[in-house]
């Protein structure tokens, strides 16, 4: 009978299902979770998606409309029906609205307005929607020459100085794209510009792309970006109350000593508008990359004829209406897992951001359908809609610098969304989640091909991706995620409070050209976008699956690898980016001595030579590689030893000290000095670009510091960078001997479940 059981054995044990593996999870305790996921996952209903954006977007509902708290209200009633403790916070926030604009060059006088669309029933609310401008430029009243100047870029103004052209005195015309609309302003005062005037080219989201609404999804002749314009770059939220937040007693700054508010009058228009100022423009031909889609020849200028702009605008303060809703952890309610999305629109805002709040509000009903069948979250999960987000992340802004302290303590992550299309998963964030996100983007059924997420991500990077993500896409386990940078509500929980944070949404499928304007509504929404709502559902699975991760693990599934592993990434590209530097100062004084640039210009078309460049120093990059030696072999420790304690029986209260003690690692990567020029931004490794915007720049003390030339700052910047990736060295090693030490003192799990 011995024998014979012995015989059986390894028939018994192949028969016995693979152990469950999550990352932060026993495999018991794995189990378990799945199926939770799979009863959420089943819950997020497109047809309920469908309607709450119908009622949502009924109306436009920017910062201090009544249809803006009205919504905000709706949602507050719908977090209590499900059983969540819901409250609204109210901040008090300057927000500009226009009462006088005006554009006009001789007998010109632009229209400065999107008309209606007869098949688009929401577009004709002219009474409620605000007009087209640029929230937070100052009041002003100019006349001068024109000039265009392509995007507005810093390489842009280097383009004009070859052809001999200043603006200084001038007011200037860019076109959207290549950078966040306020960099544009900004650049343009810098370089001595009087008023900047920003124009949406067909060639960027109009007919060159599809057809033009309604017959298509691309932005009409009239169609105009509205925006903000504050300098994002340098802190967003209020532009009174800068590191505090604005409730009704707090105390502001004047308004002229409000650094973040743009310096020169900026007004958008559409190509409409723009066309007759481009004819106007006389001078050299722009250079073949210059030109847009217009019917003309693009010329850089300036115009013969003055261009009149008068701007003045109501400076209020308004109330935004920030909905929370709180679900109380059993376990560790100390620990808390934020998931936001913003409720407010520039007009009736269905894609931005209505098509991310609505499958926020199916995850939040399906967390709280979970509790009424008696499920009970470990840790305490706070979902947030916030408002104010469009002006410049207003509302979220406000909330995390009131509660920075709190959030400072307790805040596990920031899980955001916004906007919401039809396509591909895209996630960004802190690098410490990338492995969680691959992990969840796996166990997410793609609406069109019934694949994962993960491998029709894998496709995209294997077909369409560059030349890197096509080499790891076929040979590295884990996609990678982006860094993010600014331009949604996660800002103030990464970049101020170095919260670990994330950024998902779907799309790339769909053109899209009505962006801020009258017509992003329900009509073009269901017509051109995701018209079934089975993205929003996937959208909902995958963040609130996220969310369930991040509240039931065992121990919060961060892992520090693959944290340096991009820390190694970005550093080598800032190396690479100093030896590049270096060539093109070597190549320009070649070229300068050979009297290159004298000998090769077309007297009919005569350029000015470009000015020598400084060879940059070499740089002592030896502190960071330091750093990232001791940040591989902490978290190479750190994860032998958590693999290790996975078979072990660890303490709910041992496991309680040890989360808490995880979520401060990304802490750790911040210094309270913050960066060079901007302290408000106090992350090391991820910042929105100074002359970029939104797009993200990583290492940002040490890449910008070269990208613009100023090598002893960068030298500065490594020291203190390597700093901040030593702290978390060193606290990472410290967290792996906290784990091996519980882990030796720790029972032996089951190995089977028979």
Partial sequence: MFLSSLCLLPVLLAQQPAPVSLLGFSPATAKIELDLEKRFQSIPDPARMRANMQLLSARPHHV????????????????????WDAHIETFQVLFPTPKTRLLEMGSFRAKLEEPASAVDPTSNQKDEQLPTYNAYSPDGDVTAPLVYVNYGLVEDYEELARYGISVKGAIVIARYGQSWRGIKPKLAAEHGAIGCIIYSDPAGDGYAQDAAFPAGPMRP???VQRGSVLDAPLYPGDPLTPGIGATADAKRLKREDA???????????????????????EGPVAPETWRGALPLTYRIGPTKSRVHLQLAFNWDLKPVFDVVATMRGTEEPDVWILRANHHDGWVNGADDPISGQVALLEEARALGQLVATGWKPKRTIIYLSWDGEEPMLLG?????????EELRQHAAIYINSDGNDRGYLF?????????LVNEVARTIDDPETKASVWQRLQAWELLHGSPDQRREAASRADLRIGALGSGSDFSVFLDHLGIASLNLAYGGEDSEGVYHSIYDDFYWYTHFSDATFVYGRALAQTNGTLV????QADLLPYDFVALADTLHVYTGEVKALLETRRAEAKDRKAALELNAFALTNDPKHPMVAPPSLETPPFLNFAPLDNSLTALDQASAHYNKARSEARGKILSAATLKTLNEELIQAERKLTSPQGLPRRPWMQHMIYAPGWYTGYSAKTLPGVREAIEERRYSEADSQIVLIARAIGDEAAYVEHLAHELESISASAGSAPTSSR
């Avoid at 708290?69 to 029906?81: G, R, V």
């Avoid at 979220?396 to 920075?404: F, L, M, P, R």
């Avoid at 369930?548 to 509240?551: D, G, H, Q, T």
């Fill in 64 to 83: 201090g409309s009544p249809y803006d708290k009205q919504n905000a209200e709706w949602i507050l009633a719908q977090y209590k029906q499900w059983g």
């Fill in 427 to 435: 996630a960004e964030g802190s690098h410490s989640l990338e492995p």
């Fill in 259 to 281: 650094a973040s508010l743009a310096k020169i009058p900026v007004l958008p228009i559409s190509y409409g508008d723009a066309q007759p100022l481009l004819e106007a423009l």
């Fill in 221 to 223: 002749a009239e169609g």
């Fill in 548 to 551: 369930l991760r991040m509240a």
């Fill in 396 to 404: 979220s802004t406000e909330w995390g610098e009131q509660h920075a």
